[in-house]
């Protein structure tokens, strides 16, 4: 009798049906079986126990690998550098102000209308944001932290020390001055071009009349043969123009602000505390107004290689200036 009941508690009787509510007390805590949440103690304690194993060793494993790696690495220099490295030994070129690329992808349009105060402060606070790096004083107060190791440099000046880098003057540049919202009110508005930096790369500068190529600016070829020979010479030049006929022509007379390159004294960057790219300001003196213009500018060096159509050494923007 007692076999016969056994075996009839076997099959499978359908639970008893609870309301939901009660149904999701009793899995909350079943106080028959005495588990909670469907485990036992032990149960939970047994797996708890598990994954506390599983993710040490995970943990483990992963700062055992990411050591193995920093190993490997130097903070203070790249890995790969110059000709071994994916961004080469060509550096490009690149400008301020740069249009909010999130309201246009890709735009490199420069658009104001130079009597509209809101258009040309949107400009102007862009540059001023750029040139903050270039400043002593941070926003806050004290000192940018390596600003201290900025010392005044010249062509004819004597070699670094360790820590010492050369100053970019940001004064040097009226009229493209803070004050002067960067000449954007008078319409002939001022573009900052830099070089980018590429750890460990010096210019091979074109520094006499020599092996000038030619499709290199006569203006440039004119001002090279001035300084030919000084060392002043020692320095990447850039030159401005407009692309294509129509915009050579709209393009008016350009200014380099302070000078028409980047000095050698600036190179290598070594990623010293506090180095700063040194910076052209292009002063568009007189833009034909309410064209769109189409801009490249160049640097030029023995070993800086040109291609228009992946923008090697070079950089494009369009500049569009209007009166109201
Ligand atoms: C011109 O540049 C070359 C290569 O960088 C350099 O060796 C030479 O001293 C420079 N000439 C002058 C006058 O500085």
């Known amino acids: 009798m007692a076999d016969k009941n056994k075996v009839a508690e076997q099959y499978y009787a359908p639970p008893p049906d609870l309301g939901k509510w009660e149904g999701f007390k009793i899995f909350l805590w079943n106080s028959e079986t005495g588990q909670f949440l469907g485990r036992t103690g032990s149960s939970w304690a047994k797996i708890l126990l598990f994954y506390l194993i599983f993710y ?27 000709d071994a490295s994916l961004i080469g030994n060509n550096p490009g070129l690149g400008f301020r102000p740069m249009p909010d690329t999130d309201a246009a992808v890709e735009s490199t349009l420069i658009y104001y209308k130079a009597n509209d105060k809101g258009s040309v402060l949107k400009w102007a606070t862009v540059i001023d944001d750029f040139l903050k790096q270039y400043q002593k004083k941070g ?50 508005p ?11 790369w010096t210019p091979n500068p074109y520094n006499n009349t020599e092996d000038l190529p030619a499709n290199m600016p006569d203006d440039l070829k004119q001002h090279i043969k001035l300084v030919s020979g000084k060392k002043e010479a020692n320095t990447v030049w850039v030159s401005c123009e407009g692309e294509n ?14 000078r028409r390159g980047f000095p050698s004294y600036y190179y290598p960057f070594t990623n010293k505390e506090g180095y700063l790219s040194p910076l052209v300001a292009v002063l568009f003196e007189k833009p034909r107004t309410g064209v769109l213009i189409n801009i490249e500018c160049k640097a030029w060096a023995k070993n800086i290689f040109y291609d228009r159509y992946e923008r090697r050494g070079s950089v494009h923007f369009e500049l569009m200036v209007d009166r109201s």
């Open 139 to 188: 926003s806050g107060s004290g000192e940018v932290p390596g600003a201290e190791n900025r010392v005044p440099c010249s062509a004819n000046s004597a070699a670094l020390g360790e820590k010492q880098v050369c100053d970019v003057p940001i004064d040097d540049f009226h009229p493209c001055t803070p004050a002067n919202q960067y000449n954007y009110e008078e319409a002939g």
């Open 245 to 258: 006929p129509a915009d050579v022509e709209n393009i008016g007379p350009v200014q380099y602000i302070p």
């Open 190 to 200: 001022c573009v900052f071009l830099k070089l980018n930096k590429i750890f460990n």
């Open 56 to 82: 040490l060793i995970l943990v483990g494993f992963f700062a055992a690998m990411l050591t193995i790696f920093y190993q490997t690495l130097d903070s203070k220099m790249p890995k790969w550098q110059m």
